[in-house]
């Protein structure tokens, strides 16, 4: 007869010393893990609370500006430094890592400092306002030429009040936005090039910062115009229903930009086919007035006129996340930190907020385990996060009042007009002709030109 | 003829569907095979070297003497304790621990694989069943008004009033739910992480005193007197499912561990075994000399029975063609009844609880050999038992999602389909899902005829059902619905109603007679003759 039974030894399923690490024995048939997927859509909704229960986006404020900010820059690749200049002409330099200004420049300007932007490569910044005037600024002191940063290095001065500025990646060029976009050297008191197509100012300017030389204009007559550094002329033109008041490009996909528009969406093109959308960014209630893309090219940041601040997925079309503080007023500037970690938010109330982008991340360096089991809970999440139990817990926000109402009121309103379409489609003779389909990311756009 | 893009989209429906459950088993299976290679034991065997040797033939004393090594020769015990009542035996998840109770009070639990005594107890009650909880530090017994838990010191830590003369308890390891039915005939489901009453659910089949789970879903099957196995879930108050077992009473049931098998013992002499997963079809049945008293299943299927003084396990029992002999057998002379057959997990191991005492026996090839140490570990220590203890608490599931079918969730199913009730391959019986207590399903799959993001979208599917179950408001926005709920008033009739209404037609009939000038005293009665004439 032959005769065996289980034996175990108790050497391999224990430990020797106090040093070593236990053993755990793995198996993987389904017939010792019962009820799989029960457990596991638990674990999906412990693991959705507690990310809801940890989520403490709020980091800082860096209050020292006492009118309203209302031009914010972040510097390519230094990531601590960070430019603001607000309404009463002041401009300073913030140290984020020590939440504190590095230097304050006080009657930078005579109006409101409308723009700001970093020159790449150096320690200088340009600044710009209503009064007409551009100043370069350098934190390099030089005892004979340059002794004091407070002084302006040079200063442009032009015709008419300027709305807003950006540098060149790599040259020593600008870009002003006023009357018309003019093009500047550093070396030249007068502009380069003028580009002037349409009538009314323009609002903001952004250079892509991976195409380099390619920059975008938004402007109050509803255009959004592509510039080549190179070509005397501007390239295109898009209209589209409502004025867009900022534009900034995508900057892993270099030929891709999104634009913060009045009607209360951010659109996301393709400058080789401006016939469409490529997204529409949906969820704010008023005005978006400006908005920054991640560097991993992967989500933005909005600021809205309804005092909230809301980070976008690029490939979905609602907020991923929406922060607000009751301190917190309209929304001018934003910016997404260079290490895709935290987001600036600069407002009316004279504060510029540091907030996290993942919100119920946990700042500083986590041991493998933590990370691990970071990963695990995001998976398990995202495996269910379909069903009614764990979407209602991932998808909940505390959001003000006001904006709860105004939300409801436009949904209401857009369901109204959504169902009286649909009616008057299905009892026209000729429905096509009467209500034709447009799909919803070809509808806001009037028109391109060359 | 239908418009084609429903088609279309119902076909694509369906294919995803297949599509993903194919993937996940076909993922599951590859995993399972990746994995093996890690397994570090072999199961047990027993195997006959020439035809005519038989594994029936092979008794405890012969495998202890001569064939089984030293850990496993000390497996092979008895425990002596004649005068305190055929003994239940229990064994914890890990197989480390057991628990006995004899009918005469006593109660003990022990590390049997060390010899080790936790506690030793002297109830002065009858016990009539014994469960470990989730863990070796608690336990509950079925005495004779109620059921308590006890600490692994033999303290008495909760007197369970709600659960009445229990004759049998079962633990649901996953759900933290401790179940018991007995002489009332009720079966009580009672959270004991929390303390709280589930359900308790009149079977109206009288004293009840077979009863198991399902370890697959979490399903309570009980045998009753009129020959039925009745199948519970926490959230019907209608068995889900009655399966006609026996001409006679059922004595005993057992479910195997992947749910596939169900073992039934009644008091016919018969031992069926039914395919749980096929329409509840019998496989085969099998005559015991004296009706079964109890049944178990192995971790890798082998059917321990228990009749008369005898301990009998049956290998391939359900296989494809009717097994002519036993796998192996057990004589306790003198020990009549045999009460509890219990197979400790991953040990080629077989408790037996009779009238003597208790009884270990080996039988090879009866535990899994390869144990998950994230699911049970034998070799757990105290702080492993402890995470344990908290891992199994927060993934602890909600008694609402007890149902035949448990990969129900996630599941793309559509909003009117309860898959989640119905017995494959039967009709469809139990309760409707409007028709259960009201408790919020927190699991309800995806609903397929409804979009996941549906928040551009204009209407909602769903709101056109709940329309229908109500009463159609047609008033415009200008009925109030106190004007509605008096309109309906308006022909309900009582008493109260009936004597008002009389009172008006009398009040008008009288004031009818006084403007035409007739009074009451001037109508001509028959009894006027009688009457004194007043002047």
Redesign the interface.
């Known amino acids: ?8 030894t ?1 050497a ?3 430990r020797e010393t106090v040093g070593d690490l ?14 799989e ?3 596991e ?3 999906a ?2 693991a959705a609370k507690v990310e809801r229960m940890l989520a403490k986006p709020f980091v800082d404020a860096l209050s020292g500006h006492v009118d309203g900010v209302y031009a914010m820059a972040k510097h390519p690749t230094v990531l601590d430094r960070l430019y603001s200049g607000s309404a009463d002409g002041e401009v300073r330099i913030w140290s984020l890592a020590q939440r504190k200004t590095t230097l304050a420049i006080p009657h930078a300007h005579r109006g409101i400092v409308k723009g700001i932007a970093a020159v790449p490569s150096s320690n200088s910044f340009l600044s710009c306002g209503t009064d007409r005037v551009v100043k370069l600024w350098s934190t390099d002191t030089d005892e004979d030429a340059h002794p004091d940063p407070a002084v302006p290095v040079s200063t442009f001065i032009g015709r008419n009040a300027f709305n807003a500025l950006d540098h060149h990646r790599r040259q020593n060029m600008f870009a002003t936005a006023g009357v018309a976009v003019e093009l500047w050297d550093h070396d030249r008191s007068n502009p380069v090039q003028t580009y002037s197509w349409g009538t009314d100012t323009v609002s903001s300017i952004r250079f892509n910062h991976t195409e380099t030389s390619v920059f975008a204009s938004t402007s109050t007559d509803r255009a959004i115009i592509l510039y080549d550094t190179r070509m005397s002329q501007p390239l295109k033109k898009l209209l589209l229903d409502l004025a867009s008041n900022s534009v900034c490009w995508n900057p892993m996909e270099p030929y891709r930009f999104a634009v913060a528009n009045e009607d209360h969406n951010a659109y996301y093109f393709d400058m080789r086919n401006l016939d469409r959308a490529v997204n529409i960014f ?1 969820d704010h209630v008023s005005a978006v007035l400006d908005l920054d893309f991640s560097p991993t090219g992967k989500e933005l940041v909005t600021g809205a006129y309804d005092k909230t601040l809301r980070i976008y997925d690029v490939q979905s ?2 907020s991923r996340d929406v922060y607000h503080t009751k301190r917190m007023q309209r929304l001018w500037a934003v910016r997404f930190s260079m290490d895709a970690k935290y987001v600036l938010s600069a407002s009316d109330d004279g504060n510029i907020r540091l907030w996290k982008a993942e919100a119920a991340a946990t700042t500083g360096v986590m041991n493998a385990r933590q990370k691990a089991s970071v990963e695990a809970a995001h998976a398990v999440v995202a ?2 996060k ?4 764990v979407r209602k817990i991932v998808k909940s926000r505390k959001v003000p009042k006001a904006i709860k109402n105004a939300a409801h009121l436009k949904r209401v309103m ?2 109204a007009r ?2 009286k379409d ?1 009616n008057v489609r299905k009892h026209a003779k000729n429905p096509d002709l009467v209500r034709p389909r447009v799909p ?1 990311r070809e509808k806001h756009i009037v028109g391109t030109q060359d | 003829m239908p418009p084609k893009k429903q088609t279309r989209g119902k076909a694509k429906r369906a294919a995803l569907a297949t599509h993903a459950a194919l993937t996940a088993a076909h993922e599951a299976a590859v995993k399972r095979s990746d994995a093996r290679v890690l397994l570090t034991e072999d199961a047990g065997f027993l195997e006959p070297e020439h035809e005519l040797e038989r594994t029936y033939k092979v008794q405890q004393r012969d495998l202890a003497a001569e064939h089984l090594d030293w850990t496993n020769r000390a497996k092979v015990f008895d425990l002596d304790l004649p005068q305190l009542g055929p003994y239940t035996v229990d064994y914890t998840r890990n197989g480390r621990h057991l628990l006995i109770g004899g009918h005469k009070g006593h109660l003990a639990a022990f590390d049997w694989k060390l010899g080790k005594l936790q506690c030793e107890v002297q109830l002065r009650e009858p016990i009539r069943d014994v469960c470990w909880l989730h863990n070796e530090t608690l336990f509950a017994v079925a005495q004779k008004d109620c059921a308590y838990i006890y600490d692994n010191t033999g303290l008495e830590v909760h007197r369970m009033k709600k659960h009445k003369a229990p004759q049998r308890l079962t633990f649901l390891p996953y759900h933290f739910l401790l179940a018991s039915i007995g002489d009332p005939g009720t079966l009580v489901y009672q959270d004991v992480s929390t303390g709280q009453i589930m359900a308790e659910h009149a079977t109206k089949l009288g004293k009840c005193a077979a009863m198991t789970q399902n370890p697959w879903n979490a399903i309570i099957h009980c045998g009753h007197g009129n020959g039925t196995v009745t199948l519970w879930s926490p959230n019907s108050g209608a068995p889900l499912v009655k399966v006609l077992a026996h001409r006679g009473a059922v004595t005993s049931v057992a479910v195997n561990p992947t749910g596939h098998i169900m073992a039934t013992g009644g008091l016919d002499g018969q031992v069926k075994l039914w395919d749980l997963r096929n329409a509840y079809a019998p496989l085969h049945a099998y005559f015991s000399r004296t009706p079964a008293a109890d049944l178990s299943f192995s971790q890798r299927g082998l059917l321990a029975v228990a009749w008369g003084s005898h301990a009998t396990v049956w290998k391939d029992a359900a296989g494809p063609e009717k097994v002519q002999s036993p796998y192996m057998t057990h004589h306790i002379p003198g020990a009549m009844p045999v009460t509890r057959v219990r197979f400790a997990p991953y040990e080629d191991v077989l408790g037996v609880g009779h009238a003597k005492g208790i009884s270990s026996l080996v039988v090879p090839g009866a535990g899994e050999p390869n144990f998950d140490a994230l699911e049970a570990n034998p070799y757990a220590t105290k702080k492993m038992r402890r995470e344990a203890e908290v891992k199994q608490l927060l993934d602890k599931l909600p008694a609402d999602t007890i149902a035949i079918d448990p990969n129900v969730i996630g599941a793309l199913v559509s909003k009117k389909d309860d898959r989640a009730l119905r017995v494959p391959g039967t009709k469809y019986h139990g309760t409707a899902p409007d028709q259960q207590k009201s408790r919020q399903d927190p699991a309800s799959a995806m609903d397929v005829d409804g979009e996941p993001n549906a928040e551009d979208d204009g209407t909602e599917e769903g709101e056109g059902g709940e329309d229908d179950a109500r009463e159609k408001n047609r008033k415009k926005g200008r009925g109030s619905s106190m004007k509605k709920y008096l309109r309906k008033q308006k022909n309900v009739m009582d008493a109260k109603k009936k004597r008002i209404l009389d009172q008006i037609d009398r009040e008008r009939a009288e004031r009818d007679r006084r403007r035409r000038g007739i009074s009451a005293e001037e109508i001509a009665s028959p009894l006027d003759r009688f009457k004194a004439k007043k002047r």
């Open positions: 007869m032959k005769v065996k039974a289980i034996t175990r108790e391999a399923f224990t236990y053993k755990q024995q793995r198996n993987l048939d389904p017939a010792l893990h019962p009820f997927k029960g457990r859509y638990v674990r909704v412990s949906k079309g609602h495996k269910y379909h069903l009614d139990g857009l369901d959504k169902k649909n919803e």
